[in-house]
């Protein structure tokens, strides 16, 4: 059983730029790929950005893409979302997840996905 939890998430000003963390336990890390996910009020959870188990792959959701980076750091269990000029339109709750084997395929789709964190809020002012 893995355990995922984010940290990171909080209030930015339109422009500004967070860093959302989460950091795995109870498996072995570098066996899952993982994936960042957000989920607006009153909208379905969607796919953001997803990194292989090596981190030789990556791939992001065009609404993200150029101003979002994910990256992970396998000897501290831990994978990162940087995300830099921001917009009102990013305010969600954002889930890290796992999702079990060493593939350099990334996965993008939210069912294949094996385990969740509890979710980090981030708003954005305009």
């Known amino acids: 059983q893995v355990q995922l939890v984010e940290s990171g998430g909080g209030l930015a000003q339109a422009g500004g730029s967070l860093r959302l963390s989460c950091a795995a336990s109870?498996?072995?890390?570098?066996?899952?790929?993982m994936g960042w996910f957000r989920q607006a009020p009153g909208k379905e959870r969607e796919f953001i950005a997803a990194?292989?188990?090596?981190?030789?792959?990556?791939s992001y959701a065009d609404s993200v893409k150029g101003r979002f980076t994910i990256s992970r750091v396998n000897s501290k269990n831990t994978v990162y979302l940087q995300m830099n000029s921001l917009k009102p339109e990013d305010t969600a709750v954002y889930y890290c997840?796992?999702?079990?084997?060493?593939?350099?395929?990334?996965?993008?789709?939210?069912?294949?996905?094996?385990?969740w964190g509890q979710g980090t809020q981030v708003t954005v002012s305009s």
């Open positions: 997840a796992a999702k079990f084997g060493r593939s350099t395929v990334v996965v993008v789709t939210t069912a294949l996905y094996n385990y």
């Open positions: 109870g498996g072995t890390f570098s066996s899952y790929g």
């Open positions: 990194i292989s188990w090596s981190g030789g792959s990556t």
